[in-house]
């Protein structure tokens, strides 16, 4: 059974740096792209970015380049995205998600981020 | 970007009923399209990809189609556990866009 368990999620202030991990069993993680996408309080749905298999190649959303970069360890299989120089606008549900050519065929749990002083 | 525009944003319909719902595209996405359902307090899950192939598990009552900037979800005979929020994307172009969303309840 394919599972991604996302952690890492907490208060942080404006300004503040952040870490998300993504666990992945169930299938051979080496052989997807990962995704993330966040899910903001109003529930629009907004993709951040994604990594190729052996994180050789990234690509980001215009909205969080420069800001967030996404990672993998695929010794462990775990998927990262590091969050720096957050905003307000930045708070939301963060999902690590699988990717088949760019449609989203599994999801985390999420992971709560808030962004606030 | 392209944008993804959704409608209805919210939809109320009786049991065994056939909804539709529509998404449209701001350029020609060429059929690189999917519908994610989300269930209240759970994360969404894939219906449909490249417009029309049902997801594995998918009950067949699920159908997309649709083709340039125009794509529909349609929901044969509603049963209750159809009440969800339903998400059109698009990923015929990077960034990956999200229509708003559809809230479906029962009436």
């Known amino acids: 059974e394919v599972q991604l368990v996302e952690s890492g999620g907490s208060l942080v202030q404006p300004g503040g740096s952040l870490k998300l991990s993504c666990v992945a069993s169930?299938?051979?993680?080496?052989?997807?792209?990962m995704d993330w996408v966040r899910q903001t309080p109003g529930k629009s749905l907004e993709w951040i970015g994604e990594?190729?298999?052996?994180?050789?190649?990234?690509n980001y959303a215009p909205s969080i380049k420069d800001r967030f970069t996404i990672s993998r360890d695929n010794a462990k299989s775990t998927l990262y995205l590091q969050m720096s120089n957050v905003k307000s606008d930045d708070t939301a549900i963060y999902y690590c998600t699988i990717t088949t050519t760019g449609y989203f065929d599994y999801w985390g749990q999420g992971v709560m981020v808030t962004v606030s002083s | 970007d392209i944008q993804m525009t959704q409608s209805p944003a919210s939809l109320s319909a009786s049991l065994g009923e056939t909804v539709t719902i529509e998404c449209r595209a701001s350029?020609?996405?060429?059929?690189?399209l999917a519908w994610y359902q989300q269930k209240p307090g759970n994360s969404p899950q894939l219906l449909i990809y490249?417009?029309?192939s049902l997801a594995d598990g998918v009950p067949s009552r699920f159908s997309g189609s649709g083709s340039g900037t125009q794509y529909s979800l349609k929901i044969n005979s509603l049963q209750s556990e159809d009440v969800a929020s339903y998400f059109c994307?698009?990923?015929?172009?990077?960034?990956?866009?999200f229509g708003a969303g559809t809230k479906l309840e029962l009436k």
């Open positions: 990594i190729n298999t052996d994180g050789s190649k990234t």
């Open positions: 994307q698009q990923y015929n172009n990077y960034p990956y866009t």
């Open positions: 350029e020609d996405i060429y059929s690189n």
């Open positions: 169930g299938f051979t993680f080496s052989n997807y792209w």
């Open positions: 490249d417009a029309n």
